[in-house]
Every structure is written in structure tokens, then in C-alpha cells.
């Protein structure tokens, strides 16, 4: 089972569409229990077949394999203070961007960790944390009858779990994992959502990334 938190916003929700609509048994947790459930109920009756759950975001962590953290930056704290233990052991995909709005225009956060990412693996010691999916539109993985676009750099110190991510990511058709080293590094990824967002409003566009020159050279 993946597990959402804060699954019921648009970003949560898309990534868990995508994966329910790819065959894996997805969890949408709310801080209200009612509404996780009311969430998933919804994207079941849209695209039926699909295995979707809900509930409390404690209730996710205690069933998810795999755990998405799909807050706003300012909550994350308080989200995770609470559910160290229940993820000890587990791998945790941070997709959390640290951004500010202001007249329209989205700047990034100074984070004094580094990034949400490092903030996010502090807070759970026990547990294998990886930065992905920041630079993903949630309006494009909701429109689940297109293919994705893009590349999506994958970021951890734990190896492992990176490279489980990195499968991961793959499932989703027209998405290339990149291994964007270790969890350090995760603040470039976090920031350039804010290009991206300013792009985007110039454009009027959903845009994404995607490296060129990875090969070897
Ligand atoms: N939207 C995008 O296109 C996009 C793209 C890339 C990355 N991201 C990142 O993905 C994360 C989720 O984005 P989003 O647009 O889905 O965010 P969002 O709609 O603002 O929030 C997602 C969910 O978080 C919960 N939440 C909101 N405020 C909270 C608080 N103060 N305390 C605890 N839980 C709270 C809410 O769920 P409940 O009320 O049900 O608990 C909400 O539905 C963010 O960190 C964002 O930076 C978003």
C-alpha cells in the first residue's frame, strides 16, 4: 500500500491516481478521517476499478509501505512530530516544496534545515527518507487520461530506497527518474519549483523539467 498524507489536496491526490490507475493499492489521509474517506470514495467513483482507501493521516502511516508527504511545507512539522514511530523503518517520499506567493509571483522558502527534505529525515531518524516529485504539476497528474511529461530527480541518502523511488517514478508512463545524489541536494530540486511556478503563469502553462546530456560523455 502507498500512503498519501495530506492526500486530499491536489498534489497527493494526483500522485496516488496515477498509481491506483497503475494498479497499486493507494491510502488518502486527511488530518479529519471523514474527509480521507470521503476523498478516496470520490476518485473510486471517477475511475472505477481503482483500489483506493482513506482515513487519518496516522491510520496511513500505520498501513503505508511506502509514505508520501504531501503537505504544505508549514505543516510538515506537526505532521511528522506525531508519526515518528509509526514510520520507523519505512520509506518516506517527501514532495514537499517550500514556497511563498506574493502578487502573484512564487519564491522559495529559506528552510534552515537545507530543505523540507533534511527537515523531514531529522524528524524521522528511523526511517529512510527521499525527495521527489517536487517539480510535477498537480494539475497534469490529475488530467490522468494524458501521459506525464518530464524528468523526476530522485534525491536520499539511503541508497535502497532511493533506487525503489527511482522504480517507482517509472510507473508513471512519461516519467524519467533521475538520481539526484543524496538528501543535500534536494533544496536545488525544492526551489526550482518556483521557476517552474513563474513560468508557468508567463506561459499559462504546466510546465516540468527534463536534463539533457546524462549520457556518458
Ligand atoms: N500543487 C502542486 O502542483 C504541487 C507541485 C509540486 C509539489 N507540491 C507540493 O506538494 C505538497 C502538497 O501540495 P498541495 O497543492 O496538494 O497542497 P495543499 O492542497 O495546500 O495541502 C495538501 C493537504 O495538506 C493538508 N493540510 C493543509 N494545511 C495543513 C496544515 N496546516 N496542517 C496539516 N495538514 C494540512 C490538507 O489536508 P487535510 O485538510 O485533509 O488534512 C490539504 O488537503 C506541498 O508541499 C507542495 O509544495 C505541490
Redesign the pocket.
Known amino acids: 500500500m502507498l500512503s498519501f498524507l ?8 494526483g500522485l496516488a491516481l496515477r498509481y491506483a490507475l497503475a494498479g497499486r493499492e493507494v491510502f488518502i489521509g ?3 478521517a471523514g ?2 474517506r470521503d ?1 478516496a470514495v470520490e476518485l473510486g467513483e471517477k475511475w472505477p476499478g481503482i483500489s483506493v482507501k482513506g482515513g487519518g ?1 496516522g491510520e496511513g502511516a500505520r498501513l503505508g509501505e511506502m509514505v508520501f508527504i ?6 510538515q512539522k ?2 511528522l512530530t506525531g508519526l515518528a514511530e509509526s514510520l520507523a523503518g519505512k520509506v518516506v517520499v517527501n ?5 511563498t506567493f506574493a502578487k502573484g509571483r512564487a519564491a522559495a522558502v529559506t528552510v534552515p534545515e537545507g530543505s ?1 527534505a533534511e527537515e523531514s529525515q531529522l524528524l524521522l531518524p528511523k526511517s529512510e527518507v527521499v525527495a521527489a ?7 497534469k497528474l490529475l488530467a490522468a487520461g494524458r501521459p506525464m511529461e518530464g524528468d523526476v530527480v530522485v534525491c536520499s541518502d539511503h541508497d535502497g530506497a532511493k533506487k525503489k523511488v527511482m522504480g517507482l517514478v517509472e510507473v508513471i508512463e512519461g516519467l524519467r527518474a533521475v538520481d539526484g545524489g543524496p538528501l543535500a541536494n534536494a533544496r536545488y530540486v525544492e526551489q526550482l ?1 518556483a521557476l517552474l511556478l513563474n513560468v508557468n503563469r508567463i506561459y499559462k502553462a504546466q510546465s516540468s523539467i527534463k536534463l539533457v546530456g546524462l549520457q556518458d560523455w
Not at 70 to 75: N, Q, R
Not at 95 to 99: D, E, G, K, M
Not at 133 to 139: G, K, T, V
Request: hydrophobic content about 30%.
Open positions: 495530506g492526500g486530499t489536496g491536489p498534489e497527493g491526490r486527511s488530518r479529519d474527509r480521507g476523498s493521516n504531501c503537505v504544505p511545507y508549514e505543516a506537526a505532521l514532495v514537499v516544496a517550500p514556497l523540507a516529485f517536487q517539480n510535477l504539476s498537480a494539475r519549483t
